[in-house]
């Protein structure tokens, strides 16, 4: 959960997104993302090629 804090005229404000969709993310040991879980889309897996490409 991503939180939003900041001060206006002394005064602290927070803000929480109005969802509560999230995003998780897998990565290979070159950095490169292979998998994406979203709340609403399910889970996508990626492969890259020889030359690094997607």
Do not use: C
């Not at 993310?25 to 399910?42: M, P």
């Amino acid at each position: 959960m991503v939180i939003h804090l900041w001060k206006v005229k002394k005064k602290l404000h927070i803000t929480f997104p109005p969802h509560r969709m999230f995003t998780q993310y897998k990565y290979n040991t070159l950095g490169q993302v292979i998998a994406q879980q979203t709340s609403d889309a399910g889970t996508s897996k990626f492969w890259y090629d020889s030359g690094e490409f997607l």
